[in-house]
């Protein structure tokens, strides 16, 4: 079975710093790799994914992430992130047999100061 | 083309009663996934429809069911309403090429409230 895990339940950072969300997950067969943003009061929105290939993926709003095989990783990062960043952001996971059953992370609540 | 809409958005109900909420995937999507997301359990998957065949199953007791009709619209069923059946259920639809299936589009949710 897969499983996902962000390691930060809540991630403070000052407005046009950088940040690094954290996911780790484990799967004994091969999977795709997302996150996922969530608004207040909306539904989830697919930030980015790792399907194979290169390993740093880009997706929109200016994040990217980092496939790690070895490491079994899959963080998210944004060089400076602005006000409109404040949201939740879910890691999830899924295997090639069943793309659409996703397993989602517990998920990192991202508030930006001023 | 329109998103995912979900209908009610918000709605409350009592212990013991059944729930039917409704989902309109994306115009051309065949699948149509469910999802629970409570504060404690996070976002946990309930089940997916395609071309109205159940395709995958989460782990929730049969108090929960769904179905999809010929034109993709799906609903989902609860019945005898537990406290803990309060939660945010998101719909998600995803293209119809299997390829595809991973990307999923979200609709904004129905909010059930049981009291």
């Known amino acids: 079975a897969q499983s996902v895990t962000q390691l930060d339940s809540q991630v403070p950072v000052f407005e046009e710093a950088p940040v690094e969300l954290r996911c780790n997950y484990s799967s004994s067969v091969s999977v795709y790799l997302f996150w996922y943003v969530q608004y207040p009061n909306q539904g989830l929105q697919l930030l980015l994914k790792?399907?194979?290939?290169?390993?740093l993926v880009k997706g929109i709003n200016g994040f990217e992430a980092e496939f790690n095989k070895s490491q079994t990783s899959f963080h998210l990062r944004k060089p400076s992130v602005h006000i409109s960043d404040t949201a939740e952001y879910f890691c999830a996971v899924s295997r090639y047999s069943s793309a659409s059953k996703i397993i989602f992370g517990s998920g990192t609540r991202l508030s930006i100061r001023p | 083309k329109a998103g995912v809409t979900q209908t009610p958005r918000y709605l409350i109900k009592t212990r013991g009663q059944q729930v039917t909420l409704s989902c309109s995937p994306i115009?051309?999507?065949?699948?149509v996934s469910w999802y629970q997301q409570t504060p404690g359990q996070g976002l946990q998957f309930l089940f997916e429809?395609?071309?109205?065949?159940?395709?995958n199953k989460g782990n929730f007791p049969g108090r929960f069911s769904g179905r999809q009709f010929s034109n993709s619209r799906s609903e989902m069923n609860v019945s005898t309403l537990e406290l803990g059946d309060s939660a945010l259920y998101l719909c998600a639809s995803s293209p119809p090429d299997r390829e595809s299936s991973y990307e999923q589009y979200f609709g904004p949710g129905t909010r059930l409230t049981v009291t």
């Open positions: 429809y395609f071309s109205e065949t159940q395709r």
């Open positions: 790792y399907l194979s290939g290169s390993t």
């Open positions: 115009s051309g999507h065949r699948s």
